[in-house]
């Protein structure tokens, strides 16, 4: 049977963006999707946008009130279904038709991995996108593009693109949502690590 995967995107003044983005995820193969946009009160006409153009299989959350980016995403958890959850950030596409299966697959023949993340280009650039603050150093990433294709540790991920099992994010209470914007992806991370 193919895994169940809760798709989660917080959109603020991304409506376009969004909509490409959820395009991309329904060429997925292998794997079946539940997709919920959580709309944080955005300021332009993303909600009318959203609800004109979404296929009827995905869930619209609007939000009277930006909740950020932990919290918005922490809303959509609990209305979600799946047995994964991905958290997507509205202006990133999956361009493998089996990128999220290979995610499940990695994540669930790794019992002591708590969130796995791809790695994230640039659109026709080719370029690795790095976080601009790094943890430990940033001098650890000085030969990253020699090493890009092996598999290892690091210290936390980038929130664009996250796979956790649901009941894991449950665990650990989801973001913690004294995090507006910005750092809860860290934060997420380095609990997992504990």
Known sequence: MSPYVSVIIVNYNSGNYALECIQSLLSQQD????????DN??????VMLLQSQLPPTV??????ENLGFGRANNLAVSKA?????LLLNPDTQITDAHAIRKLVDKLSSNPNVGLLAPAVQEPRKNKMVLPRYTYPSSSQLRHTKKLTHLPGKIA????????????????????????FLYGEDVDICLRLRL
């Not at 869930?59 to 009277?64: D, P, Q, T, W, Y």
């Open 41 to 46: 009160a955005s300021k332009d006409d993303s």
């Open 156 to 179: 936390w991920v980038l929130g664009a693109c996250m796979l956790l099992e649901r009941d894991v994010y449950n665990q650990i209470a989801g973001f913690d949502e004294d995090f």
């Open 31 to 38: 794997v079946r999707l539940e997709i919920i946009v959580v």
């Open 81 to 85: 279904h799946g047995d994964f959850v």
């Open 59 to 64: 869930a619209l959350v609007e939000s009277n």
